[in-house]
């Protein structure tokens, strides 16, 4: 399908600082002033700080470094169909084995619904870390109570119930266990991993140690020769998914306002659908034992939809269109996370790439025109998406995009501290030109080991050659050495 897509996009491949500047179609949106303010902020600097470059509000230079970026990012397609055959092939005879697991009838009508941002195709640097939700069926009407303002919830069920969910109840038979559910997904994961043989007979799969707020069971691909190195990085997280005619909590069900840019119909059908919950502990635990069962609502799979039907009028992508730009910004944010990440890992620990997403729908219901995406777009419609991050920041204010009134910035969250660190690394990559952008160090290779790997043996090709060189060296010495004793 990629190959496709990539025969559809003429425009793909355009010099650079040869687009027109649309820019003022963005700046006219009249919904949101402070980034614009934001934006002129910036422009302005950049003319204090070079000779102002006519009307392009990105110079050609960081334009051009962002197009290298972006190619970068893109995992190639042979990475892509080797991850992809070895998770498939895990996860369908993981499906195969819960359904005939009979010590676990609740597990045996489960199914996988892919998420995250491999499944969104806006995975970037290596296809290496999947998530796969497990969709188990909540089999009645639930009572959802808020525990901390419309992310975390208790969840009972309405009436005692002789369903197989009976197992993961506690006590008073009607509160689901969190905790009970992901140690029995642990259990099984392990179960079926003694029988399980990998397709790629060079690599094993390995179960991680447990983390305390982590709603999913984690494994690695790991190579079965060398015990160190992992190739590939699996969430399995069940989510109980409510039935869909009990609606949304209260706190998502005004959402965000994106009638523009998805039309009220599309986000009434969004709206309609399920509801899912992950075994997610609630931090801190302050609230006593509700803390410990606590599930955290997902919209992975709305997000999921979402990001892949983007289009305001259909114009794009989706339809055969040309190209937008919108996925390519979403990956570009992502890098610039991952790098900051990866370059001030103490000072930005509360920071993730959830963040980033998060910013990102809410640029899209505000930027919803698909003109103002347009491919040969993509540096101005990046560093819009930049100046809305740094906003976010400065302001300390990240509303969740489906629960608005939870504070994705708020001090629980993440430390006023970092979103002032964060504040000054994000106006510095912007000065200097971006440098976190591209990769921190060559992809790690995806395929599996010997065989397939002649870098295996260059490193020892090259090796040799430095001593032979000192071995020459030496016979030089010696023969000058005597020769000066014969003179
Ligand atoms: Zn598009």
Redesign the pocket.
């Known amino acids: 399908m990629a190959g496709k897509d990539r025969k559809l996009n003429p425009k793909e491949g355009r010099p650079t600082g040869a687009s027109p500047c649309k820019e003022n179609k963005a700046k006219k949106s009249p919904v949101r002033p402070t980034p614009v303010k934001e934006r002129q902020k910036v422009q302005q600097k950049q003319s204090e700080e070079g000779p102002p470059v006519l009307e392009e509000p990105v110079s050609s230079e960081m334009a051009r470094w962002i197009k290298l970026s972006i190619k970068s990012l893109t995992i190639s397609r042979a990475d892509r169909s080797w991850a992809a055959e070895v998770v498939n092939d895990f996860r369908d005879n993981l499906l195969k084995f819960l359904r005939s697991c009979t010590d676990q009838p609740f597990f045996q009508a489960a199914e996988f619904i892919n998420t995250g941002s491999y499944f969104e195709k806006v995975k970037i640097n290596n296809p290496d870390e999947f998530d796969m939700m497990l969709k188990l069926q909540a089999p009645t009407l639930l009572t959802m109570t808020e525990l901390d303002g419309g992310l975390f919830y208790r969840l009972d069920l309405n009436r005692p119930t002789r369903d197989p969910i009976q197992a993961f109840l506690l006590e008073n038979k009607l509160t689901i266990s969190s905790s009970k559910i992901l140690s029995e997904m642990y259990r099984l994961v392990r179960k079926f991993l003694k029988t399980y043989k990998v397709s790629d007979k060079r690599c094993r799969w390995e179960v991680n140690r447990k983390r305390p707020n982590s709603p999913a069971v984690t494994l690695s691909l790991c190579r079965t020769q060398n015990n160190s190195e992992e190739l590939i990085s699996v969430d399995v997280v069940p989510a109980l998914m409510v039935k869909s005619t009990q609606g949304w909590p209260h706190a998502a069900r005004n959402g965000p306002n994106v009638g523009n840019w998805l039309g009220k119909k599309t986000w009434q059908e969004i709206k309609s659908s399920s509801c899912f919950f992950v075994p997610k502990r609630l931090k801190g635990g302050n609230i006593g034992e509700d803390a410990k069962e606590s599930w955290r609502i997902s919209f992975s799979l709305i997000e999921k939809k979402i990001i892949t039907c ?2 305001n009028s259909k114009t ?2 989706e339809n055969n269109g040309s ?2 730009c ?1 996925k390519q910004c979403l990956m570009l944010l992502k890098s610039l996370i991952e790098g900051l990440k990866l370059r001030f890992p103490k000072e930005l620990d509360g920071l993730c790439s959830y963040h980033g997403k998060t910013i990102f729908l809410h640029t899209l219901s505000i930027r919803f025109s698909d003109t103002m ?1 347009a491919r040969e777009q993509l540096p101005t419609c990046f560093m819009d998406l930049l100046c809305a991050f740094e906003d976010h920041v400065r302001r300390r204010v990240l509303p969740h995009f489906f629960v608005p009134e939870c504070n994705l910035f708020s001090s629980a969250c993440i430390s006023r501290k970092a979103l002032t660190f964060l504040a000054g690394a994000l106006d510095e990559q912007k000065r200097t030109g971006l440098p976190l952008l591209m990769p921190p160090a060559p992809v790690k290779p995806l395929t599996p080991p010997a065989g397939t790997r002649p870098s295996i043996a260059e490193p020892t090709a090259h090796s040799l050659q430095p001593g032979l060189i000192n071995k020459l060296i030496l016979v030089f010495a010696v023969v000058v050495i005597c020769a000066l004793f014969l003179v």
């Open positions: 983007h289009g794009c992508c190209k937008c919108r995406w």
